[in-house]
C-alpha cells in the first residue's frame, strides 16, 4: 500500500470546502484586535462629542465578546468570496 487509508464509512462525504466555523475560529484573533481597535476610537470620537474615554484596557476587555460575531460575520464572508471563485 501507498500508505494512504482508506474513507471512513461513518465520515460524511465533504466536498473540500471548509466550514464557516472553522474560518470563523481562523479568523477570530484579527476580527477581535480589529473590533478593539475601532472601539478604542469611536470611544475617542466620543470622548470629543463630551461622553467619557474608553480606555484601551476597556476596549480590548470588550472585544472577546464582540469578537466572535465579527469573526462570524468575517468567516461567511471569506466563505462567499471562496465559493464564488470556485465557481
Given at each position: 500500500?501507498?500508505?494512504?487509508?482508506?474513507?471512513?464509512?461513518?465520515?460524511?462525504?465533504?466536498?473540500?470546502?471548509?466550514?464557516?466555523?472553522?474560518?470563523?475560529?481562523?479568523?477570530?484573533?484579527?476580527t477581535?484586535?480589529?473590533?478593539?481597535?475601532?472601539?478604542?476610537l469611536?470611544?475617542?470620537?466620543?470622548?470629543?462629542?463630551?461622553?467619557?474615554a474608553?480606555?484601551?484596557?476597556?476596549?480590548?476587555?470588550?472585544c472577546?465578546p464582540l469578537?466572535?460575531p465579527?469573526?462570524?460575520?468575517?468567516?461567511?464572508?471569506?466563505?462567499?468570496?471562496?465559493d464564488?471563485?470556485?465557481?
Open positions: 500500500m501507498s500508505g494512504t487509508r482508506s474513507p471512513s464509512r461513518k465520515a460524511p462525504a465533504t466536498d473540500g470546502r471548509w466550514p464557516v466555523w472553522k474560518l470563523a475560529i481562523l479568523l477570530y484573533p484579527a477581535a484586535l480589529t473590533v478593539a481597535i475601532n472601539l478604542f469611536a470611544g475617542l470620537i466620543a470622548h470629543a462629542l463630551g461622553f467619557g474608553v480606555t484601551p484596557v476597556a476596549a480590548l476587555i470588550w472577546v469578537g466572535v465579527a469573526s462570524w460575520l468575517a468567516g461567511r464572508w471569506v466563505r462567499r468570496l471562496m464564488e471563485a470556485d465557481g
